[in-house]
């Protein structure tokens, strides 16, 4: 298996731009969780799946972001208008039951200038 | 919802020396307890976990122990080598919520 797969890994935009951040989870995997990592509040859970239904998303932070699975294979992690405070690694994980541990993609670093 | 403190933030040893990291959590009915360790400009990787049927786990020089009554559980890692060094995460809960981590620097 290829992992967790995030997209893209980098990306740079400016202030007021819709920003989508992708990821496709490890197949079979029905628990689907975004994290967003920064310095000073480390790692932060957004939001999670499981079985494509959003199940608790009192981490997002804001109206501006938004996420969808719409299907088993494929989620996205939306930021509109961002702003630099939006500025961090958001990572997406993935698991099935029973748990051992969450699998992590390799993390979108985000930068809004 | 689930609250997860760890410490310390830093820790430095010298090389062959252990390293103990402590968290706290909240949430009694968490029942799963896992630590990752994150390389700089790296995704998290899990090292160990624990149930909270389990007291104490052990794989090589890595070790970690439960207790459910205080709410706590640690990290004990043995002989340790520059290669350890890292940030080290706990966490707690059926979705996971992470301590803010512990730096790790092990000097030879």
């Known amino acids: 298996d290829a992992g967790v797969i995030q997209s893209p890994r980098h990306e740079v935009t400016e202030m007021g731009q819709e920003v989508t951040l992708r990821c496709k989870p490890i197949s079979g995997h029905d628990y689907l969780f975004w994290y967003r990592q920064t310095m000073m509040r480390g790692l932060e859970l957004l939001i999670y799946f499981n079985n494509n239904v959003p199940i608790d998303d009192s981490g997002m932070p804001e109206d501006r972001f938004s996420a969808k699975m719409p299907n088993a294979s494929f989620s996205t992690l939306k930021i509109q208008p961002s702003e630099p405070r939006d500025s961090a690694v958001y990572f997406c994980?993935?698991?099935?039951?029973?748990?051992?541990?969450?699998?992590f993609g390799s993390g979108t670093r985000l930068t809004v200038v | 919802g689930e609250n997860v403190e760890q410490h310390p933030s830093t820790l430095s040893v010298q090389e062959g020396d252990s390293a103990v990291i402590k968290c706290t959590y909240s949430d009694s009915a968490s029942n799963y307890f896992p630590w990752y360790k994150q390389e700089l400009g790296k995704r998290p990787q899990l090292i160990i976990d624990?149930?909270?049927?389990?007291g104490e786990k052990k794989d090589q020089r890595i070790a970690v122990t439960l207790n459910k009554t205080a709410k706590h559980f640690s990290l004990h890692i043995t002989e340790t080598q520059p290669e350890d060094s890292a940030v080290y995460f706990c966490?707690?809960?059926?979705?996971?919520?992470f301590g803010k981590g512990t730096t790790l620097s092990v000097s030879s």
């Open positions: 624990i149930r909270s049927n389990v």
């Open positions: 994980a993935s698991t099935t039951l029973p748990i051992v541990g969450y699998t």
């Open positions: 966490a707690a809960g059926t979705a996971l919520i």
